[in-house]
């Protein structure tokens, strides 16, 4: 299990920016710039590990870029829950669908089901065959330096402030969007294919518990039918109609 330690709980010491006030954003303006499909398509187009794969010379573009305040980012894994939720946002949980430590912070709670935290986003983040541990110090460093234009680390921020800074970060103007894209693609992925997870059901994944996917079933499932006769008949071929 990870386990965020009291240690954890210190700030870097940056000076706080001062920016003037943005109007809020809505988690719909995340979805409007990168869709679930367009993930989805994305993903299995280029695979998930390739994806970020892709992002890597963008990501060191980002750290020779940033100031190593910046780069040098506490509770990290912390944060990469918080844009998690702030992707597919979900209810308050303390830990996961594999029982693994939520951040007390992370979640921002404006969703009344489960998001991509409780399924275990973290734990893909870290998986070594998807590669984003080579573009987390690069993505992090991104986010707290957008995070402080708005009043302080991503942590720290109201969730509307949270999602304007994934808004921003978005804008097809943001020659670094790659990197971004590649941390959506890994939250998504964990939401909708509980990724995670080995043959994972309704009853173990919380992503399918919320889009009502039944999941793997070795035998089928006597409740899930349309409880219609298959056609008996074959083309000239031999293929079912």
């Known amino acids: ?34 869709s679930r499909r367009d993930i989805l398509k994305r993903a299995t187009a280029l695979s998930l590990g390739g994806l970020v794969l892709s992002a890597l010379p963008a990501g060191d573009r980002i750290l020779g870029t940033a100031q190593p305040a910046e780069a040098a980012v506490n509770l990290a894994d912390a944060t990469l829950q918080a844009v998690a939720d702030t992707l597919i946002p979900g209810r308050p949980a303390a830990v996961t669908d594999l029982g693994h430590e939520i951040h007390p912070q992370a979640i921002a709670g404006v969703h009344h089901e489960p998001g991509a935290v409780e399924t275990d986003a973290l734990l893909l983040f870290h998986n070594p065959l998807i590669g984003f541990d080579l573009l987390e110090p690069a993505f992090l460093a991104d986010v707290q330096a957008r995070s402080l234009l708005r009043g302080g680390q991503f942590l720290d921020l109201p969730f509307a402030q949270r999602v304007a800074v994934c808004v921003d970060a978005l804008d097809p103007g943001n020659p670094d969007i790659v990197v971004w894209e590649a941390a959506i693609a890994v939250a998504f992925t964990s939401f909708i294919a509980a990724a995670t997870q080995v043959n994972a ?31 008996r008949e074959v083309t000239t071929n031999g293929s079912l109609p």
Do not use: C, W
């Open 1 to 34: 299990m990870r386990r965020f330690h009291a240690s954890d709980r210190g700030r870097v010491a940056i000076a706080r920016h001062t920016s003037p006030a943005t109007p809020e954003q809505t988690p719909a303006e995340i979805a409007a710039l990168l």
């Open 201 to 231: 059901t309704i009853d173990t994944a919380s992503g399918y518990q919320v889009m009502g996917y039944p999941g793997t079933a070795p035998n089928g499932y006597a409740d899930y039918s349309y409880r219609r006769k298959l056609s």
